[in-house]
């Protein structure tokens, strides 16, 4: 079954500067990857950009129209994911437990995929 873990951390600020040191501030996440190959998972996953460059759609009078920026103002925001294909939710966690933004103070929030053919029977859509 496939898991997507969901990657939240405070919002930076879009005029922040970049990070002294890239590579140490990469290092967590490439110890992770290598963790989870390690472990024989595959390394799904990607990082966002800065939410000030999302662009959100909606439908308003029956057109669709484009706003500048992500959908709420939050004090967190989806910074990246990882996806997981694994036996269960336990194996789900216990990979998502290790992701280094939770010694960042950010957190994680883990979803099952949902399989629509085997929700319609079997039968492809």
């Excluded at 920026?69 to 994911?81: H, I, N, Q, W």
């Amino acid at each position: 079954m496939q898991y997507l873990a969901l990657i939240y951390m405070t919002a930076p600020s879009a005029d922040a500067p970049p990070p002294d040191d890239v590579a140490a501030t990469l290092k967590p996440w490439d110890d992770y990857a290598a963790w989870l190959t390690e472990q024989g998972v595959p390394v799904v996953g990607e990082a966002l950009h800065l939410p000030h460059t999302a662009t959100t759609l909606r439908r308003e009078g029956g057109q669709v129209v484009t706003h500048d920026g992500p959908f709420a103002e939050t004090k967190e925001v989806l910074g990246g994911y990882y996806l997981f294909d694994c036996d269960d939710l336990d194996e789900a966690l216990r990979l998502a437990g290790r992701i280094p933004i939770l010694e960042m103070g950010g957190s994680v929030e883990v979803r099952p995929i949902m399989d629509y053919q085997a929700q319609r029977g079997g039968q492809p859509g």
